[in-house]
């Protein structure tokens, strides 16, 4: 050790990753290759975007390359870049401490469980640590593009606790990584087993990655004919006697020698690019482990000039409703690589979909504040929007429904964002819907708009619709019991999105949402002649015992009147709106501080029910009373699912059961 070098810790998260890692978490060992070929290449994409506004970055090395190199004495594996390299600063940030937002968070979501622990590793990704799957020893020696030779650093770590940093010469420009590999990964100092997984991992990266390789130089012509000609047999002899001379002609060396393909691959052609590569390509840019679900393509031309390759992953990041979570696109000028996550190229409720953008017309020298408000973004957003939108809708259309099922499920709730988000999609974006449906028997989300439309009676003119907390409650909601005698399909909607979304949009394809807890329920034609005249009977009928009944509840209602919607139940309740809100709407806006005023019912009572034929026929005032609170209460209870005094409606429940 030497006067500068200074030993570290490393972040918590990092030993608890790189412990995670020693535990050899990955079946798929090879992968270390892969992100660390990905790093050098990174690192050279940022030099090259240096070097557009100074050339002289490059100094006396333009020439950009990747270098792999194997010791088999030393027993270490060497990956080179002279890319942009590594300041002291740097190198202790990035290779001792893990910054992606909500890092401390992730972990304390790892159960111990490795199997489901090293899922969840593999959609955080763990790029340069993953070195240590098969190193005891990882040394990096970086310098700077901006730093002087003697300005070089040297990280060095075991992969347990700690590394150590020194301030140490180096004559090029970029970073070393050299491995000191365990004893049981020694495989990967062999030639073929490195070119494999170069090809494998990296054909589609633009940098070409190097290695040594032996070259036996070309016989002279006057040497071939001089074989020809000694095709007899003195040709030993006559061999022997120019050995020397020949030795010395045909001597071996070695070359670094190109093995990757070192194309873009968004900028090849989409009929030659296989699937492989475009998965390989996808682990590349997004440092997921899995295949990615799905993938477009698409070289568009005209006005603008662009490429765009985007990909859905197989699951949704673990921060997809973080609010700090980075996402967007990798976006490239004119090939330049320029930054990663762009997020102005997607819409919100398409955070999730990874790729990258290529375009020929921003400038150069664009950055985050340039992006921000200019109009050629505005329109690639647009044009990558619909292109997202195009392969969710094709893969939503493919007779195998698997994918689209994962997609649903991962991330059906970020999509329902867009028919608030997006009102120039919204109809594509319903297309993409799928709903929980009283025609399923299951809580499966599965059915479409046009589903449910292609399954409408002549006679229904609405979509019907019921938000409830949970799928459980929504399915044997009073509220239904009206549609299911008269075979009328109800979406059930239960997540937590869905009481906003629904309360914004108001119509697909001229059919309206109607809620089927709406305060003005029309049932329209559906409603045959004879039960809306019973209805109209029954009221008149009943008036008085209304208004009795209204007057036992007093602050509590703003109205009782005969329902047409229930069947099994003697009573529900309506709200003011189109809608109520549910229990869990309003602890929500109550947590987030918001005052709500009390919400004040319009209670729905059945005539033919025995329970409310025994109120009608009640004499005593109190007993009365008692009834209709009870009727009101229940009806609360079902709708909400909690009732703010529930010790007093145990109370009177108790007081009911024991009169007898
Ligand atoms: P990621 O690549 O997702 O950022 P990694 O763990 O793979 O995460 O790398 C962490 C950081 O270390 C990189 O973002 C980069 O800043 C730095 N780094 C790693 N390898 C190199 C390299 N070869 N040259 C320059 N910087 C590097
Ligand atoms: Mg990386």
Redesign the pocket.
């Given at each position: 050790m030497t006067e500068n070098t200074e030993k570290r810790g490393f972040q918590t998260e990092v030993k608890q990753l790189l412990s995670l890692l020693a535990n050899s978490l990955y079946s798929n060992k090879e992968v270390f290759l892969r992100?660390l070929i990905?790093?050098?290449s990174?690192?050279i994409d940022k030099l090259r975007f240096k070097a557009v506004q100074d050339q002289s970055v490059y100094g006396n090395d333009s020439n950009l390359h990747i270098r792999l190199s194997a010791d088999k004495d030393k027993k270490t594996l060497t990956i080179s870049?002279n890319?942009?390299?590594?300041t002291r600063d740097?190198i202790c940030e990035?290779?001792g401490t893990i910054a992606k937002s909500g890092t401390a968070e992730f972990f304390k979501n790892l159960s111990g469980d490795q199997a489901r622990d090293s899922q969840l590793i593999g959609q955080f990704?763990?790029?340069?640590?993953s070195a240590f799957i098969v190193a005891d020893k990882v040394t990096v020696i970086?310098r700077s593009a901006e730093a002087a030779p003697d300005q070089a650093v040297c990280w060095e770590s075991d992969g347990t606790g700690e590394y150590t940093v020194s301030t140490v010469t180096k004559a090029d420009r970029?970073?070393d990584?050299i491995l000191s590999l365990k004893e049981e990964d020694t495989e990967y100092l062999e030639d073929w087993t490195l070119r494999s997984a170069v090809t494998k991992y990296s054909d589609h990266i633009s940098v070409p990655v190097e290695m040594l390789e032996t070259v036996k130089p070309e016989k002279k012509d006057d040497d071939k004919k001089d074989d020809a000609e000694n095709k007899d047999e003195n040709k030993d002899e006559n061999k022997d006697e120019n050995k020397d001379e020949k030795e010395a002609e045909t001597a071996e060396y070695t070359e670094w020698k190109q093995i990757n393909e070192a194309k873009a691959l968004w900028t090849r052609s989409a009929k030659d690019i296989t699937d492989d590569e475009y998965k390989e390509f996808y682990k590349h840019i997004s440092?997921d482990y899995d295949d990615p679900l799905v993938w477009a393509h698409n070289h568009v031309e005209g006005a603008q000039e662009y490429t765009s390759l985007l990909y859905v992953p197989k699951h949704a990041p673990w921060d997809l409703f973080n609010r700090e979570q980075k996402h967007g696109l990798k976006l490239y000028v004119q090939r330049v690589f320029i930054m990663d996550d762009a997020e102005q190229f997607m819409p919100g409720y398409l955070r999730f979909i990874k790729g990258v953008l290529d375009s020929n017309d921003l400038p150069l020298n664009v950055s985050r504040e340039i992006l921000q408000d200019s109009k050629l973004t505005s329109k690639l957003k647009s044009g990558c929007t619909k292109k997202a939108l195009q392969m969710l809708s094709k893969m939503a259309k493919d007779e195998n429904q698997d994918n689209y099922k994962t997609f649903w499920k991962e991330y059906g709730s970020v999509i329902k964002e867009g028919l608030v988000e997006d009102y120039e999609n919204r109809e594509e974006i319903f297309d993409l819907i799928r709903f929980a449906s009283t025609h399923n028997d299951s809580s499966e989300q599965n059915v479409s708009l046009q589903d449910y439309i292609s399954r409408m009676p002549e006679k229904q003119k609405n979509i019907y619709f019921l938000t409830a907390a949970t799928y459980a409650a929504a399915a044997s909601s009073p509220y239904l019991e009206t549609f299911k005698k008269k075979g009328i399909e109800v979406l059930l909607l239960t997540e937590r999105v869905d009481e906003w979304v629904m309360n914004q949009v108001t119509e697909y394809k001229e059919k309206k949402f109607i809620s089927v807890t709406a305060s003005d329920l029309d049932l329209g034609e559906l409603e045959d002649k004879e039960e809306k005249e019973k209805q109209e009977n029954q009221a008149k009928e009943n008036e008085d015992f209304l208004k009795k009944v209204k007057e036992a509840l007093g602050e509590q209602v703003t109205d009782v009147k005969v329902t047409n919607r229930l069947t099994d139940t003697p009573s529900c309740v309506i709200g003011q709106g189109n809608q109520m809100m549910t229990a869990q709407m309003r602890r929500l806006l109550e947590a987030s501080g918001q005052k709500l005023p009390d919400e004040k019912y319009t209670l729905e009572i059945n005539m033919d029910h025995d329970l409310v034929k025994q109120l009608a026929a009640e004499t005593d005032e109190n007993r009365f009373k008692d009834w209709a609170q009870l009727i009101l209460d229940e009806a609360i209870l079902a709708d909400q699912g909690a009732l703010k005094e529930p010790a007093r409606y145990v109370k009177l429940v108790n007081s009911l059961l024991l009169h007898k």
């Amino acid at each position: 050790m030497t006067e500068n070098t200074e030993k570290r810790g490393f972040q918590t998260e990092v030993k608890q990753l790189l412990s995670l890692l020693a535990n050899s978490l990955y079946s798929n060992k090879e992968v270390f290759l892969r992100e660390l070929i990905s790093n050098a290449s990174d690192a050279i994409d940022k030099l090259r975007f240096k070097a557009v506004q100074d050339q002289s970055v490059y100094g006396n090395d333009s020439n950009l390359h990747i270098r792999l190199s194997a010791d088999k004495d030393k027993k270490t594996l060497t990956i080179s870049d002279n890319g942009i390299g590594m300041t002291r600063d740097q190198i202790c940030e990035h290779l001792g401490t893990i910054a992606k937002s909500g890092t401390a968070e992730f972990f304390k979501n790892l159960s111990g469980d490795q199997a489901r622990d090293s899922q969840l590793i593999g959609q955080f990704g763990v790029g340069f640590y993953s070195a240590f799957i098969v190193a005891d020893k990882v040394t990096v020696i970086s310098r700077s593009a901006e730093a002087a030779p003697d300005q070089a650093v040297c990280w060095e770590s075991d992969g347990t606790g700690e590394y150590t940093v020194s301030t140490v010469t180096k004559a090029d420009r970029g970073t070393d990584v050299i491995l000191s590999l365990k004893e049981e990964d020694t495989e990967y100092l062999e030639d073929w087993t490195l070119r494999s997984a170069v090809t494998k991992y990296s054909d589609h990266i633009s940098v070409p990655v190097e290695m040594l390789e032996t070259v036996k130089p070309e016989k002279k012509d006057d040497d071939k004919k001089d074989d020809a000609e000694n095709k007899d047999e003195n040709k030993d002899e006559n061999k022997d006697e120019n050995k020397d001379e020949k030795e010395a002609e045909t001597a071996e060396y070695t070359e670094w020698k190109q093995i990757n393909e070192a194309k873009a691959l968004w900028t090849r052609s989409a009929k030659d690019i296989t699937d492989d590569e475009y998965k390989e390509f996808y682990k590349h840019i997004s440092h997921d482990y899995d295949d990615p679900l799905v993938w477009a393509h698409n070289h568009v031309e005209g006005a603008q000039e662009y490429t765009s390759l985007l990909y859905v992953p197989k699951h949704a990041p673990w921060d997809l409703f973080n609010r700090e979570q980075k996402h967007g696109l990798k976006l490239y000028v004119q090939r330049v690589f320029i930054m990663d996550d762009a997020e102005q190229f997607m819409p919100g409720y398409l955070r999730f979909i990874k790729g990258v953008l290529d375009s020929n017309d921003l400038p150069l020298n664009v950055s985050r504040e340039i992006l921000q408000d200019s109009k050629l973004t505005s329109k690639l957003k647009s044009g990558c929007t619909k292109k997202a939108l195009q392969m969710l809708s094709k893969m939503a259309k493919d007779e195998n429904q698997d994918n689209y099922k994962t997609f649903w499920k991962e991330y059906g709730s970020v999509i329902k964002e867009g028919l608030v988000e997006d009102y120039e999609n919204r109809e594509e974006i319903f297309d993409l819907i799928r709903f929980a449906s009283t025609h399923n028997d299951s809580s499966e989300q599965n059915v479409s708009l046009q589903d449910y439309i292609s399954r409408m009676p002549e006679k229904q003119k609405n979509i019907y619709f019921l938000t409830a907390a949970t799928y459980a409650a929504a399915a044997s909601s009073p509220y239904l019991e009206t549609f299911k005698k008269k075979g009328i399909e109800v979406l059930l909607l239960t997540e937590r999105v869905d009481e906003w979304v629904m309360n914004q949009v108001t119509e697909y394809k001229e059919k309206k949402f109607i809620s089927v807890t709406a305060s003005d329920l029309d049932l329209g034609e559906l409603e045959d002649k004879e039960e809306k005249e019973k209805q109209e009977n029954q009221a008149k009928e009943n008036e008085d015992f209304l208004k009795k009944v209204k007057e036992a509840l007093g602050e509590q209602v703003t109205d009782v009147k005969v329902t047409n919607r229930l069947t099994d139940t003697p009573s529900c309740v309506i709200g003011q709106g189109n809608q109520m809100m549910t229990a869990q709407m309003r602890r929500l806006l109550e947590a987030s501080g918001q005052k709500l005023p009390d919400e004040k019912y319009t209670l729905e009572i059945n005539m033919d029910h025995d329970l409310v034929k025994q109120l009608a026929a009640e004499t005593d005032e109190n007993r009365f009373k008692d009834w209709a609170q009870l009727i009101l209460d229940e009806a609360i209870l079902a709708d909400q699912g909690a009732l703010k005094e529930p010790a007093r409606y145990v109370k009177l429940v108790n007081s009911l059961l024991l009169h007898k």
